[in-house]
């Protein structure tokens, strides 16, 4: 049985029997969005770097190529959501229906629940992507499907399907924003069980997230680059340029290389390694001692010009320090392909960061997908490398040098659990990081209460970006024998 009530596993078998097809163009729009939600489904491809691909590939553009953004990533990102209204109308769990199937049906409930296409659009362009590969007969069951969708608005779905808001407040907020329960609990820890705060980041990270360009320093002034590109200056970076929309990589300015795509709390964090006061003079010597893929160290590199100043960039990938030595070139940065744990370098480095391999719980808004790929044993198997780099990155600071350690998540095992574990084993201290946040005339919060600082979407517009500052313990005195 293929209908919406049925037990049986719907299109398992490809095409149906006897089924009747018609040769009635699909939407181009709407197939480009289903053809890289089924390249995420089938081989783990992640969206942001197939869809502009799979754009030009196609010679979608303008508002059509705005529009496949927009169904692309929105339906990604509120897989969980959808899966669970696609599941209630259907009749069946969403494991007994076919992938191929799955994805346009998720297509098309996140138009009818989410945006303001008709839903005759919404509908009848879905029914026509399944009825070009399978036929009539499954075209039948998606329509069924949808059409029971659209007979309620998202409120509606979410009351009915949601926990209660007073039983089960952190569940009510995981399902109504589209989050994994098990991320939304991450993120109430972080924000110290605050159910406001909780709802007001949720609902931050699960909107469209905004593009941040970032000015080449010594190259390209924010100003100039606002004028450019037609984009707005940051608040938190003297580099930071928020562009309204568009395709960044079609900007004559990035085709240059003048100025880059890097979120605001990325740049902040490059920032606060150089603005963190040093015991004694900066002799030059920079690290970056997880530079890959690059952002972070072309900004370093960067500010290392007008100072006079070296940057290390440590990557273990081959591929990636191609990269970076991409990004880099004509900049003082010496790409070293090693292992930041032990990566041969003589200590002595005035500032090091460690931007450490983590979850990216704090850039979910800008990789849709992830949030559905990422499990709680993640984050247990990378605590104990994220220790092991910053403990390295202490043994290759100078006495009185500093060391940034970031993470792009705001999950507390990853946060200030690694940094107060290394500090303990090291005897290392903190400094108050807010300072090298703050900037004149910032009319927004740096939360909590110090020393590190913990950035968010919805207090700051920036992925929830977590940096510390840290400085060795003093060198032992050197016993004297008379």
Not at 164 to 169: A, F, G, H, L, R
Not at 365 to 375: F, I, K
Not at 450 to 478: C, E, N
């Amino acid at each position: 049985m293929s209908g919406p009530t049925g037990r049986g596993p719907v299109g398992a078998g490809g095409r149906s029997g006897g089924s009747k097809f018609r040769d009635k163009a699909v939407d181009p729009v709407r197939a480009v969005a289903r053809d890289v939600l089924r390249a995420v489904r089938e081989r783990d491809a992640y969206a942001n770097l197939l869809l502009p691909a799979l754009l030009r590939e196609r010679g979608i553009s303008g508002r059509d190529a705005a529009l496949a953004t927009e169904l692309t990533y929105g339906t990604a990102r509120a897989q969980g959501t959808l899966d669970a209204v696609i599941a209630a109308a259907a009749g069946r769990p969403i494991a007994e229906i076919d992938g191929s199937l799955l994805d346009v049906l998720r297509l098309g409930a996140y138009q009818l629940l989410r945006t303001r296409i008709g839903a005759h659009a919404a509908v009848s362009t879905s029914v026509d992507l399944v009825r070009a590969e399978a036929g009539q007969g499954l075209a039948g069951f998606v329509n069924a499907v949808l059409r029971k969708i659209s007979q309620r608005d998202e409120d509606l779905w979410v009351e009915e399907l949601a926990p209660s808001i007073v039983d089960d407040p952190v569940g009510n907020l995981a399902f109504t924003y589209a989050h994994p329960r098990w991320i939304a609990e991450v993120f109430a820890d972080a924000l110290d069980g605050s159910v406001g705060s909780l709802q007001a980041a949720l609902a931050a990270d699960d909107a469209r997230p905004p593009v941040h360009l970032v000015a080449r320093p010594g190259q390209i002034t924010a100003t100039e680059l606002a004028l450019m590109s037609g984009g707005a200056e940051g608040r938190l970076s003297p580099y930071c340029v928020y562009l309204p929309g568009g395709d960044p990589g079609r900007l004559d300015v990035v085709r240059d290389g003048l100025a880059g795509v890097q979120d605001e709390g990325s740049q902040v964090v490059a920032l606060a390694l150089t603005r963190a006061p040093l015991d004694g003079p900066d002799g030059g010597r920079w690290l970056d001692l997880c530079a890959g893929p690059g952002g972070k160290a072309a900004l370093l590199g960067s500010l290392a010009e007008l100072s006079g100043a070296h940057l290390d960039a440590v990557e273990i990938s081959e591929h990636r320090a191609d990269l970076i030595d991409s990004i880099t070139a004509g900049l003082p940065v010496t790409v070293v392909v090693a292992d930041g744990r032990d990566p041969g370098l003589a200590p002595g480095y005035d500032r090091v960061l460690v931007d450490a391999p983590c979850s990216g719980l704090g850039s979910l808004r800008r990789r849709p997908e992830a949030r559905w790929r990422r499990v709680p044993g993640d984050v247990d198997e990378l605590v104990p490398l994220q220790r092991e780099l910053l403990t390295s990155a202490l043994r290759l600071v100078r006495p009185g040098g500093v060391v940034v350690y970031s993470t792009c998540s705001p999950h507390p095992a990853e946060t200030i659990g690694v940094v107060d574990a290394v500090c303990a084993a090291t005897g290392a201290e903190q400094i108050d990081a807010r300072p090298f946040v703050a900037t004149d005339g910032m009319d927004f919060p740096v939360p909590g209460p110090g020393p590190q600082v913990q950035l968010w979407p919805h207090l700051h517009g920036t992925d929830a970006m977590f940096l510390a500052v840290l400085r060795p313990a003093p060198a032992a005195p050197t016993a004297h024998i008379d």
